[in-house]
């Protein structure tokens, strides 16, 4: 009865290595969460996350901006 309890406890220290192991060779590689999703300010070169920034749609493709400042001067450029 012993004995078997010391093999179970064997079997189970040797599934948590392996499942250990097995799960730290891709430990770090997370996608990050929508939220903190970084965009490119195509005026400043400012990358800003997609949340705080401000958005402006131009024939299907959508811009991010910094600032409303960045914005209007992208609207300014895209006029001239
Ligand atoms: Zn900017």
Request: net charge positive; charged share 20%.
């Given at each position: 009865m012993i004995r078997l309890a010391i093999i179970a406890a064997l079997?189970?220290?040797i599934f948590r290595l392996?499942?250990?192991s097995g799960s730290?060779?891709?430990g770090h590689v997370s996608p990050p969460p929508p939220d903190d999703l970084l965009v490119e300010d195509?005026?400043?070169h400012t990358y800003v996350p997609q949340?705080?920034?401000e958005s402006l749609r131009v024939n299907g493709t959508t811009y991010y901006f910094c600032s409303k400042e960045?914005?209007?001067k992208f609207k300014t450029n895209q006029g001239a």
């Open positions: 079997i189970y220290i392996l499942t250990r730290s060779k891709q195509p005026v400043c949340k705080d920034s960045c914005l209007q």
